[in-house]
């Protein structure tokens, strides 16, 4: 329990006839039935401001998404016949922003109150919500009395799945250069003929059957079959690089969403999609299949992945593909070319995919650094502006060799990565290179 400004300014008011009580007997008086009446009116809102007859009930998410503002709510019943006045703290860890994070609510006797706020989580995984704090003002507002409602429960907080949700629905909508993706091949645009059907806004000129439409005296539109059943394997460096933050998310978060999106596009493709996880050593290796089986196999091992923190072995990564994959597979490699001695070791090793695969890296263009080593120093900032003049060129070395062994390159922000490696994705689809 405590006090608030008013009982404060209560008391404040009573240390007058205190102070005058050494020239006056009255005023002592005054004093004590002054100090007398604010004790009994303190045990009085003691104990209305009791916890009995609240309820408090929460509304989460079906998922909280990382990277996301989530949407939650809570609603606390009042079934008194007094008003109560109730700030809520929820028990989320330190690491979560709720906004706002301190939820006050007005709730007349026997009514209810709902309240909302929105939840950035500040992590990917299990985490636990604790009981909520509520203050429980006083009818007079005199004092506060704090408790403590709800059990602790495991709230699990995954990667972006609205960016999934999102593009389905601007697929649907043919909408999709609004996500940035660009519609270089879309589902049942491949080769073959297979049907006509009449037409709908945003298909393609080239794909309108004018002889058709001649015959039938409305648009009709060509439908292609298309080229499914090939493989695309992901490949996810979970070393220490990728647990540099970036925007209050890991590069290994980005890198999860970006698996994800490509995934879930292939799968609706009609393609295969496997995974590979490694730092040190390869931690996880499933290949390629079909779908709904293989977007769950994507979700249940990329939850609860994280970072490393140990140096990357790409030469294991490339040995376990290589040993595994028999079929030829678009292989996504996604990681962070920020280190020297990782950059010389992907350029030795990850071309040698090229003899039986397509291999495709993805790497994370850091702005900060571009814009150390571009823009003109600081006198107090020369010694920065040289090193990263040093790595950005040791970066595009790397890129080009890789280019130069035939290795795919996509090398963009972190906010870009999953829109990028999905445009490429569909390029390469494109142009049957697999």
């Given at each position: 329990m405590r006090p608030t400004w008013i009982f404060l300014v209560l008391i404040a008011l009573g240390i007058v006839p205190a102070v005058l009580a050494v020239h006056s007997r009255g005023a002592l008086l005054v004093a004590a039935a002054w100090d007398a009446a604010l004790v009994l009116l303190l045990i009085v809102e003691a104990v209305a401001a009791r916890g009995k007859g609240l309820e408090l009930e929460r509304t989460l998410p079906d998922k909280i998404c990382l990277g996301e503002e989530n949407a939650c709510s809570v609603t606390?019943?009042?079934f008194r016949g007094l008003p109560a006045r109730v700030r809520v703290v929820e028990g989320w860890p330190a690491e979560f922003q709720a906004t706002p994070a301190a939820l006050d609510l007005d709730i007349p006797g026997h009514d209810g109150r709902t309240v909302s706020y929105m939840l950035r989580p500040g992590g990917r995984g299990e985490f636990e919500l604790g009981p909520a704090q509520v203050w429980i003002r006083s009818?007079?507002?005199?004092?506060?009395?704090?408790?403590?409602?709800?059990?602790?429960?495991k709230a699990r907080v995954y990667p972006n799945l609205k960016d999934l949700r999102r593009y389905d629905l601007l697929s649907r909508r043919r909408l999709l250069t609004q996500h940035g993706i660009r519609a270089v091949r879309r589902i049942g645009e491949g080769r073959e003929f297979e049907r006509l059907r009449e037409y709908t806004p945003g298909d393609e000129l080239r794909n309108i059957d004018w002889k058709a439409t001649a015959r039938r005296r409305r648009p009709a539109t060509r439908v292609h079959e298309t080229e499914r059943g090939q493989s695309v394997l992901i490949l996810l460096d979970?070393?220490?690089l990728m647990a540099a933050d970036s925007g209050g998310m890991t590069k290994l978060d980005y890198a999860i969403n970006a698996a994800l999106m490509l995934?879930?596009?292939?799968?609706?493709?009609?393609d295969r999609v496997g995974l590979e996880v490694f730092s040190s050593t390869?931690?996880?290796?499933?290949?390629?299949?079909?779908?709904?089986?293989?977007?769950a196999g994507l979700m249940e091992t990329l939850v609860p992945l994280q970072p490393r923190l140990t140096f990357s072995n790409y030469r294991a990564a490339v040995e376990?593909?290589?040993?595994?994959?028999?079929?030829?597979?678009?292989?996504?490699?996604?990681?962070?070319?920020?280190?020297?001695e990782a950059m010389r070791e992907i350029v030795r090793v990850f071309p040698r995919l090229r003899r039986a695969h397509l291999p495709l890296c993805v790497s994370f263009r850091d702005p900060s650094l571009v814009r150390l080593g571009t823009e003109p120093p600081e006198r107090d900032a020369m010694y920065e502006h040289v090193a990263a003049m040093e790595l950005l060129a040791e970066r595009r070395k790397a890129l080009g060799e890789l280019r130069a062994g035939g290795v795919a390159i996509v090398d963009v922000p972190p906010e870009e990565i999953a829109v990028e490696s999905v445009n490429r994705y569909l390029r390469i689809k494109r142009s049957q290179a697999l």
């Open positions: 606390v019943r009042n009818p007079l507002g005199l004092v506060e009395r704090r408790f403590e409602f709800g059990d602790p429960f979970a070393g220490r995934g879930y596009v292939a799968l609706k493709q009609g390869v931690e996880s290796l499933s290949l390629p299949r079909a779908g709904r089986a293989a977007l376990g593909v290589m040993k595994k994959m028999r079929r030829r597979a678009l292989v996504v490699m996604y990681t962070d070319l920020a280190d020297p």
